[in-house]
């Protein structure tokens, strides 16, 4: 499978402010998009994570949110195609608050369907009771961190979870784009 | 995943095992559907005690469940909810919606709610 975002996310790079942020490269994934290989992906992040030290609450956090993320881009880029790209970048993120260390993970998920409208990116009101339409919420509920940007002809998808207090609200994250 | 039925006096049990996802999520909302629309039974108990994951596709399956049954005037019950489909519930602000005791007994136990 030819590479879809070669450089994006790898290796370990260092904001400029010293040691505020920096990123150490840990993983790559490359599958199709076939739901049956979703629970590749999630046997392959929790022990990963529980590597990485999160708490066991944390861990089934990015793995929600990486699991929800991985399935939209199989439902919604690629319309159920099952023998489409996906890659997913894993690296480990430390970053100085206050003079004290926290330690995170970055998962970026790239894929190449056609772009996604931005204002379409917003989870529906919960107070409908009906099925359907929960995904992007469940990500933004597991993770401290959703962004997602055009990069080219791609799709990427960024998640960050540092360990604490899960479901917290997002914490700025403060770092040099790469 | 595997579905299996149990008949208990007037309920219909589903025993699932594995871990539900946007792969198998359909066979959780037909074996539920029908159990729910096709047979005349007073409660539909849905044991997720071998569930250790649930995505949304699979929440989507239970809400329709849920629709399903307020139709038709069965009672859904879950019990048997380990960490993590409990706490995708709790994130789609579903967990107050569904009837959910912690074993078997209670679910089969629990008297009909009053409206």
Do not use: W
């Not at chain 1, 070669?6 to 998009?33: I, Y």
């Not at chain 1, 099952?82 to 480990?92: A, G, K, N, T």
């Amino acid at each position: 499978m030819k590479p879809l975002a070669a450089s994006k996310s790898r290796g370990v790079k260092r904001s400029s402010k010293s040691s505020e942020m920096a990123r150490d490269f840990l993983l790559k994934l490359e599958l199709r998009s076939h739901p049956n290989l979703l629970c590749v992906v999630r046997g392959a992040m929790e022990p990963l994570m529980d590597t990485l030290g999160f708490s066991a609450e944390e861990c089934r956090a990015i793995i929600r949110g990486v699991d929800e993320a991985v399935s939209n881009i199989m439902r919604h880029s690629y319309h159920g195609r099952l023998d489409q790209p996906i890659e997913i970048y894993c690296s480990r993120l430390h970053r100085g608050v206050n003079s004290e260390s926290e330690q995170g993970v970055e998962i970026v998920l790239f894929d190449c369907g056609p772009a996604v409208d931005p204002t379409k990116l917003t989870a529906r009101p919960l107070d409908e009771i009906r099925p359907g339409g929960l995904g992007l919420h469940i990500i933004r509920g597991s993770m401290d961190t959703v962004e997602y940007k055009r990069a080219g002809r791609l799709n990427r998808l960024r998640l960050v979870k540092f360990a604490g207090p899960c479901g917290s609200p997002s914490k700025p994250v403060q770092e040099k784009p790469s | 995943m595997k579905i299996s039925i149990r008949r208990v006096d007037q309920a219909t049990i589903l025993d699932v095992s594995g871990n539900i996802d946007m792969s198998n999520s359909p066979e959780v909302r037909k074996a539920l559907l029908r159990e729910i629309r096709e047979n005349s039974v007073s409660r539909v108990v849905l044991n997720l005690t071998g569930v250790a994951y649930i995505d949304s596709s699979g929440v989507a399956s239970l809400v329709e469940g849920l629709k399903a049954s307020r139709e038709s005037g069965t009672r859904l019950i879950l019990f048997g909810l380990s960490d993590s489909p409990r706490e995708v519930l709790k994130i789609s602000r579903l967990v107050k919606l569904f009837e959910i005791y912690d074993d078997e007994q209670q679910a089969m136990a629990s008297p009909t709610p009053s409206n």
